[in-house]
């Protein structure tokens, strides 16, 4: 019979457990914040052909961008030497990044009901998931 205390159970919980709370608690949250501002878009005048405000469209991409962030804090936090300082400025550089599509669905103007303003939604999309995700990743998985 294996004997483990408290501390080697506890450290197997935040190692193994923690990234999927993180994740869930992450995807939940920014799921929220997104359909507020969907809601918000479309009631200030976003075209309800806007497809992209819609849950079946925004959701999904939520919880692939929350499950990715986690996936790459937890590579950044096991690798790095000093995962705080490549965090500094990679996580607001992948949040850039990713406002690319959103600039091109706007300049495009190929999809039913595309307005800058529901494009501006989807940018603000991207912020807020970012906005909830790094304070969550940063509580379950410390970087220290």
């Known amino acids: ?7 080697a159970r506890s450290s ?22 997104n359909a507020a501002i969907a809601l918000t878009a479309r009631a200030a005048g976003a075209s ?14 939520t919880v692939l961008g929350v499950l990715a962030g986690a996936i790459g804090w937890q590579i950044v936090r096991r690798r790095a030497k000093n995962p705080a300082a490549v965090l500094r400025w990679l996580a607001p550089a992948v949040v850039a990044l990713s406002l690319i599509p959103d600039v091109a669905i706007g300049i495009a103007n190929s999809d039913p009901g595309v307005s800058w303003g529901g494009v501006a939604a989807l940018m603000l999309m991207h912020l807020a998931t970012a906005a909830v995700a790094v304070p969550v990743y940063r509580r379950f998985m410390p970087l220290h």
């Open 48 to 61: 309800d052909d806007f497809q992209p405000l819609w849950p079946s469209a925004y959701l999904p991409l």
């Open 1 to 7: 019979m294996t004997v483990t205390s408290p501390s």
């Open 12 to 33: 197997v919980g935040r190692t193994v457990g923690a990234p999927v709370v993180a994740t869930a608690a992450a995807a939940v949250g920014s799921g929220i914040a």
